[in-house]
């Protein structure tokens, strides 16, 4: 089975950094792409950004470009995102998600994710 673990979340103000890992372990396993997604309070889970694992192409929502910035450690099997200029509408659960699937271009949606971490949350106060 694989297992992915996010950390790095908590609460900070507006305008501040953080910045998220997710560590993925599990036999058999061989990634093709990982993304972050994100669910605020009464709203759908919507994609962050994604990144494909053998040459780090990336695509990212267009909420977050340009002050977010994902990123992995083929080695470790890690992912990072790094968010930068927080605002309060960033704050949400930030989940890890995984797929082993082949894929032409970056997947972006759920549905193209087989593994899925318990998610972090990320708290961006005014």
């Known amino acids: 089975q694989v297992q992915l673990v996010e950390s790095g979340g908590g609460l900070v103000q507006a305008g501040d950094s953080l910045r998220l890992s997710c560590a993925a372990s599990?036999?058999?396993?061989?990634?093709?792409?990982m993304a972050w997604f994100r669910q605020a309070p009464g709203k759908e889970r919507e994609s962050v950004a994604a990144?494909?694992?053998?040459?780090?192409?990336?695509y990212y929502g267009d909420s977050v470009k340009g002050r977010f910035t994902i990123s992995r450690d083929s080695a470790n099997n890690t992912l990072f995102l790094q968010m930068n200029s927080l605002l309060p509408e960033d704050t949400a659960v930030y989940y890890c998600?995984?797929?082993?699937?082949?894929?032409?271009?970056?997947?972006?949606?759920?549905?193209?994710?087989?593994?899925w971490g318990q998610g972090t949350q990320v708290t961006v106060s005014s």
């Open positions: 990144i494909r694992w053998n040459n780090g192409i990336t």
């Open positions: 599990g036999r058999s396993f061989s990634m093709s792409a």
């Open positions: 998600a995984a797929s082993s699937r082949p894929y032409s271009l970056v997947p972006r949606r759920e549905t193209q994710y087989d593994y």
